[in-house]
């Protein structure tokens, strides 16, 4: 089955710097999505990209996806310390309706 | 309901016990699916429902799990005999449309089972 891996597997950075996290895949998707996990529960859902799409943004947020890579960055500029959490990315495709998450990246910002 | 809301939200049980963990969806998302995540891990696949259909039940990591869904209601992960092992977070997500995401995933606040 596909499966993002996200790198590095841990980041930390002063506030205010830029954070930027990578996701890399195995086979064909249909769109690839970015979570945020605060301590260790419920994952929420922050930007979804297409398999048709190149970048995408959000707020501070901005997605970028290469196909031909099978990968993906997230970045959140300006970075605050409420951004502090793991973030996952998640595919889904080939014929499977079933998304799989990678291990995650843990972002710690300082203050 | 305004999330996807899942109980208890913890549980701490005796090995050997059974337990049983639930799920209510968003109302109107057909899909619902089962993660069961240990510290410090990515999230583990276990179940797929999908309308009316035969679940995906591919990620079931033994036959001591099992899940139901009634329709597009409630969810219930069981896990029968419990060991040390499944301590973990067991997290619920539904969908909207049916498989492809196209809303995103919204996911419960997790149960997080603790077996001594």
């Known amino acids: 089955s596909q499966q993002g891996e996200e790198d590095p597997q841990a980041l930390s950075i002063q506030e205010g710097e830029n954070a930027t996290m990578n996701c890399s895949y195995k086979?064909?998707?249909?769109?690839l999505q970015w979570y945020r996990q605060n301590s260790g529960r419920g994952l929420v859902h922050l930007i979804l990209i297409r398999s048709n799409e190149r970048e995408k943004h959000s707020g501070r947020l901005r997605v970028t996806l290469d196909t031909s890579k099978k990968s993906s960055s997230l970045l959140i500029t300006a970075s605050r310390a409420a951004d502090t959490a793991s973030y996952f990315c998640?595919?889904?495709?080939?014929?499977?309706?079933?998304?799989?998450f990678g291990r995650g990246t843990s972002l710690i910002v300082h203050p | 309901g305004a999330g996807v809301s899942q109980s208890p939200s913890n549980k701490v049980t005796e090995k050997g016990k059974d337990v049983e963990l639930r799920c209510d969806p968003i109302?109107?998302?057909?899909?619902l699916y089962w993660y069961r995540q240990r510290l410090g891990q990515g999230l583990e696949f276990l179940i797929y429902?999908?309308?009316?259909?035969?679940?995906?039940k591919s990620g079931l990591p033994s036959d001591r799990f099992s899940a139901e869904r009634t329709g597009e209601s409630v969810s219930t992960l069981t896990i029968q005999r419990t060991q040390q092992e499944d301590s973990a977070v067991y997290l619920c997500?539904?969908?909207?449309?049916?498989?492809?995401?196209?809303?995103?995933?919204?996911f419960g606040s997790g149960t997080r089972l603790t077996v001594v």
């Open positions: 109302s109107g998302h057909t899909a």
């Open positions: 429902f999908q309308g009316n259909s035969a679940p995906d």
């Open positions: 086979t064909s998707i249909n769109n």
């Open positions: 998640a595919t889904d495709g080939g014929g499977s309706y079933i998304p799989t």
């Open positions: 997500a539904s969908s909207l449309l049916v498989g492809t995401g196209d809303y995103g995933y919204t």
